[in-house]
């Protein structure tokens, strides 16, 4: 008989996952760690823009020492949830006696416009998955037009303007904004790549165009100006003739295409900022007009999986409003408003807690406070024999390779090795075939 600890499933190893997991075998418990990619590392192996080299390098470091924790045994390559190679139910079968889930957002938020199907439009996950080689998006084909819109105002945004300026090399990049000026999210820092390629006579007539409804509601439309300006002392030298525009208050309706469903036009309405209680909100005109366009990129968000097997509602798994084990009021605990009751060994972190809230700094702090709240709930219960056994054998039913400790570390050890042969910053493998073949597994076709 093995020695009784307390047995706990980890689904996800993105930062959250990752550090949560090390917090939960360091506490003692016998963590497995499932991953439906090959590598760890989620959206900071897959998400950071590629040529932000140190921060990575620096996170590869401490995700390959996670790897190497006692009592954390990882498994790539292998789903969770509904129609996967495991339910949550199977977990519970096996002897896990709690599961944490930190697979953040997998689903991709869609205004539901008529359009949305035409060869052209696009997520911005995909797009970033794709540029930053995850299969099986590194392999899907996208139409990057002459005229390009990106539709947010946030970082992610921003970093999809700057891949299609500083890579694509398009002819305009639009920003369609449905706020004003002073409500965006974007940093300065993240503006800056992009900066050098702002069509300053533009941006002088769409500051003037807003200036009367911002003026009416309380906000300063030449500050917000300056602040878009203030990306320029420090502005990544320009590499391409890319022109980068903003409309602001703009809100897309449709997107219009050809006989052959690719995209030739975005119509939007133009949206006046109101003042309700003290609270800025955008509201549609009515006013439509359209934009020529090739490509349209939406940065508006991620949800959950909703396929994964808990709750949803608005995107988000539902929590529990009143936590057992709560962090500063905040709660990482699963709740079933069907039965009205917590299902009790559910926990949540990272973007699955709150999609698309925090980069990875938040994630991992997320992660370690999830798994104290994991470690309170297992203090209320006995160990458990050992799951292992039974998991492997399970396992090897799926008739797919597995990817364990030793070869994840060894993935990154080989695409290190090859970077330098290359004389390349870095590396990756950009299908899960190539992945497999260098660590000396085989993909099998069923």
């Known amino acids: 008989m093995g020695e009784k600890k307390f047995q706990v499933a980890v689904i996800g190893a ?3 996952g990752l550090f949560g997991a090390r917090e939960l075998a360091q506490a003692g418990a016998e963590v497995t760690l499932f991953n439906r990619d090959i590598k760890p590392g989620g959206l900071a192996e897959y998400g950071i823009y590629p040529n932000k080299f140190a921060m990575k390098k620096g996170l590869r470091k401490q ?77 899907q084909e996208f139409r990057f037009g002459e005229r390009c819109l990106v539709v947010g105002a946030g970082n992610v945004m921003m970093d999809i303007v700057r891949y299609l300026v500083r890579q694509e090399k398009v002819k305009e990049v639009t920003a369609l904004v449905r706020r004003g000026p002073a409500d965006v999210k974007f940093t300065k820092k993240e503006l800056e790549y992009v900066a050098e390629n702002l069509d300053l006579d533009a941006l002088d007539t769409e500051i003037a165009r807003v200036s009367e409804n911002m003026r009416a509601v309380g906000q300063d439309p030449e500050a917000a100006k300056e602040f878009i300006l203030s990306a320029l002392p420090k502005a990544a030298p320009k590499i391409s003739e890319t022109k980068f525009n903003f409309q602001f208050l703009t809100s897309p309706q449709q997107m219009l295409g050809d006989e052959q469903k690719m995209l030739t036009s975005v119509e939007v309405e133009d949206n006046l900022l109101s003042l309700n209680e003290g609270v800025t909100k955008p509201r549609g005109t009515g006013e439509t007009r359209h934009i020529e366009a090739e490509t349209i990129i939406f940065a508006i968000g991620d949800k959950v999986d909703e396929d994964f097997g808990l709750p949803v509602v608005w995107s988000e798994f539902v929590k529990n409003e009143k936590p057992r084990f709560p962090d500063d009021g905040i ?13 009790e060994d559910v926990f ?13 700094g ?40 597995i990817v364990t400790n030793e070869a994840a570390l060894r993935l990154y050890q080989i695409e290190s090795e090859e970077a330098s042969k290359r004389g390349i910053e870095e590396f990756k493998f950009s299908k899960n075939e190539d992945m497999l073949a260098a660590i000396g597994l085989v993909a099998i076709d069923l």
């Open 14 to 16: 993105g930062p959250a």
């Open 63 to 139: 995700f390959m020492n996670i790897l190497e924790t006692p009592n954390l045994h990882y498994f790539g390559n292998v789903t969770v949830g509904d129609h996967a190679d495991l339910s949550l139910d199977e977990l519970r079968d096996l002897g896990y006696q709690a599961i944490f889930v930190t697979i953040g957002a997998q689903g991709t938020k869609w205004l539901g416009l008529p359009g949305e199907d035409l060869t052209g439009v696009y997520h911005a996950k995909d797009v970033v998955y794709f540029y930053n080689h995850l299969p099986p998006f590194s392999q």
């Open 331 to 343: 709660t990482y605990e699963a709740y079933d408003p069907a039965s009205d009751s917590v299902i």
């Open 348 to 360: 949540f972190a990272g973007w699955s807690r709150k999609a698309s809230d925090g980069l990875v």
């Open 362 to 401: 938040y994630a991992r702090k997320d992660g370690i406070i999830g798994a104290n709240a994991v470690l309170a709930y297992l203090s209320t219960l006995s160990g458990k024999e050992p799951v292992l056994s039974a998991l492997e054998n399970k396992l090897a039913s799926l008739s797919k390779p």
